[in-house]
């Protein structure tokens, strides 16, 4: 179990971001919650945490999730972004995509393939 990893979860529809967030807490994971990209950029900004990954979906009102990952980037550089979407999507070059429905096993395994492995290793 990798506990102390960190995830933000973004998304607008609070069912799914609560049962995200419950199955990575389950997993002994920090969670920080936003419902839109600009809730997003504040809580990267004032987390003591360092988030480990960003788990976003990309249609999301206010700000979408590839604003999100491009703001997110200039702030952080090295932060791994994960984008959802139920619909097909023009991406950015070498951005991560999972599409909607998926598994939480997938959303799990997704996230956990874009966090460096010795930072993974650390919290194993």
Known sequence: MHT???VLLVDDDALLRRALARFFRGLGWRVSEATDGLDALRCLDTTPAPVDVLLTDID???MGGLALRAAALVRFPLLPVLLMSGRS?????GAAFLAKPASVAEIRAAALALIPPARVAAVA
């Open 4 to 6: 102390n990893l960190h």
């Open 89 to 93: 999507q023009a991406l950015p070059p």
């Open 60 to 62: 999301m009102p206010m």
